[in-house]
């Protein structure tokens, strides 16, 4: 499941790297929506958002680009958005506009379970998955409440701290996920610290699928044109699902 900035570097761009990952084996996308004040994104997610914003950045740019894929590709997209988006636009006409435009959910990082009850009754009604993230300090009584609130699928945190690149994972990260299955009917997707082949095989075993941000928004920041990083993300997803394909 990549991550991409919508935006970072434009959003046509943001549009062709979600089809390029569509092509190469993607099974959803994440489309972060920039914002002034991200939650728990780590600094070159961080980045990737101030350079959306300083380019002119707007959140219809994000439902406007959703309406043309939707069109155009088959893997699902979620948006990861700030619940203060979320507020400001009004629960119901974000779930409304996101779904006119052919999202099929929203993970919201900053949404306390203790306030999810609104949101998620709406997007039940409204056949929208509502994605919530369990963390591994998160206490297991109410990791159960944020499953029972959630749907679609669980976004489960793999480290502590900001996302980013790790060369190691948790040693009961795989423990953590399995006590969390025998509690939910969710799907259980893990993120955050995921650098590449290496630790996609540490996890594939224990994971119903992957996020991976910024190992991906790297590689479009490095690349050095839209050529260059479409070839360099698709090259990278393409690698990811030959090693979580042969686990």
Request: hydrophobic share 40%.
């Amino acid at each position: 499941m990549p991550f991409f900035t919508a935006g970072d570097p434009d959003i046509k761009t943001t549009s062709d790297l979600v089809r390029a990952a569509s092509e190469s084996g993607a099974n959803l996308c994440e489309i972060g929506v920039p914002y002034s004040d991200p939650i728990a994104d780590g600094p070159v997610i961080q980045a990737s958002y101030q350079r959306a914003l300083d380019a002119g950045f707007k959140l219809q740019d994000v439902f406007d680009m959703g309406k043309v894929l939707d069109q155009e590709v088959q893997t699902p997209l979620v948006t990861m958005v700030s619940y203060s988006i979320v507020y400001r636009v009004g629960l119901l006409e974000y779930v409304k506009r996101a779904k006119a435009s052919g999202y099929a959910g929203a993970i919201v990082p900053d949404l306390l379970v203790e306030e999810a009850k609104e949101f998620a009754a709406i997007c039940r009604d409204e056949d929208f998955s509502l994605i919530q993230l369990v963390t591994p300090t998160t206490p297991q009584s109410r990791q159960v409440e944020i499953a029972e609130s959630s749907s679609g699928f669980l976004y489960y945190v793999s480290v502590t701290g900001i996302t980013g690149e790790r060369k190691s994972l948790p040693e009961n990260l795989a423990e953590s996920v399995t006590w969390l299955r025998s509690q939910t009917d969710l799907p259980i997707c893990i993120g955050f610290g995921i650098s590449g082949v290496d630790t996609a095989k540490q996890l594939a075993p224990v994971a119903d699928g992957l996020i991976v941000g910024s190992a991906i928004i790297r590689r479009v920041f490095e690349a050095g044109g839209r050529d260059q990083a479409i070839q360099s993300v698709s090259t990278f997803i393409q690698e990811l699902r030959q090693a979580m394909d042969q686990v």
